[in-house]
């Protein structure tokens, strides 16, 4: 049994380092690419490391186009839209999670059926009522998309939280003199920091990494985000390989960062939250 168990073991960390190497090669690759200098890149046979590392990639971004603006478009809306959005699904939740009515089923499923549409069949007509409203090409346009994007999957996953909390926190609060409101804030609330921190990280990352509405809402490159930059780096006859790496690097790292800190706060947020709903 101990040889048995033994191979087993050796068996399972061989498959996962495979599985790691494989899921962590492309990211080697845009590394390595990035500190490529662009006259080798496109050379044969390919060189799987950069002989001699340069940060002409990485200057260029800056330089050649206005990287820092995308950096700060994209901080920008993905920050203020994950913040209200946040904050709506907490009180959505909240209510799911606390108050029966007739139409609850039913807002429940409609939550779970805007999750299951692709975002670009509504292109067409979003563009058009944007449009109206004056808001095409605009950083505040784009973030009322994205608080109504991350709304739904949010207020899901918060109300799960609200469930694990017993009622008797926010009655004993009432008894004390607090309204239901205050009781929420003060008593519920901080209870609930990994709950919110979790869905926060979940709809940033959401809002930070979203492609199909920026290109579709955003014209000029004051107001382009990321994704729509990287987009930009491909042409009708050449891809900027090396530019586009170093892009994809710069934004790939924050997110690395954010779920690197915030790990501790999405496991216990994702694990309470699992428990009902």
């Known amino acids: 049994m101990n040889q048995k168990s033994l191979v087993l073991t050796i068996t399972k960390f061989v498959l996962l380092g495979l599985w790691l190497v ?6 080697y690759w845009i590394v390595a690419t990035s500190f490529k200098d662009p006259t080798v890149i496109a050379e044969y046979p390919v060189r799987y490391w950069a002989e001699n590392p340069t940060l002409r990639n990485y200057r260029s971004i800056f330089t050649d186009a206005t990287f820092g603006q995308y950096l700060f478009n994209s901080f920008l809306v993905a920050s203020l839209s994950a913040a209200v959005s946040t904050f709506i699904a907490l009180l959505s939740g ?13 807002v429940m499923m409609a939550f779970l059926v805007t999750q299951m549409i692709p975002a670009f069949i ?23 998309v994205y608080v109504a994007m991350c709304i739904p999957f949010a207020s899901i996953m918060l109300r799960g939280f609200f469930d ?6 926010e009655e004993a609060a009432m008894v004390d003199g ?12 901080p209870v609930m920091t990994p709950g919110i921190t979790a869905a926060y990280i979940f709809n940033f990352v ?46 790939i790292v924050p997110t690395m960062l954010l779920f690197a800190f915030a790990s501790k706060y999405i496991i216990q947020g994702l694990t309470s939250g699992a428990v009902k709903g």
């Open 178 to 189: 607090c309204t239901r409101f205050t009781a929420l804030f003060r008593i519920i609330i």
């Open 206 to 251: 959401n809002c930070w990494n979203e492609l199909f509405l920026s290109v579709t809402l955003i014209n000029s490159d004051e107001h382009k985000t990321i994704p729509t930059a990287l987009n930009g780096f491909i042409s009708s006859f050449n891809i900027d390989w090396g530019p586009m790496s170093a892009a994809a690097v710069l934004t």
């Open 22 to 27: 494989i899921t962590m090669f492309p990211f």
């Open 164 to 169: 694990n909390i017993p009622d008797t926190l």
């Open 122 to 144: 509504a292109l067409g007509p979003l563009y058009m009522m944007m449009t109206r409203l004056g808001l095409v090409d605009s950083r505040i346009g784009l973030g009322v």
């Open 94 to 106: 909240y209510v799911l999670a606390r108050f029966r009515f007739k139409s609850k089923p039913a």
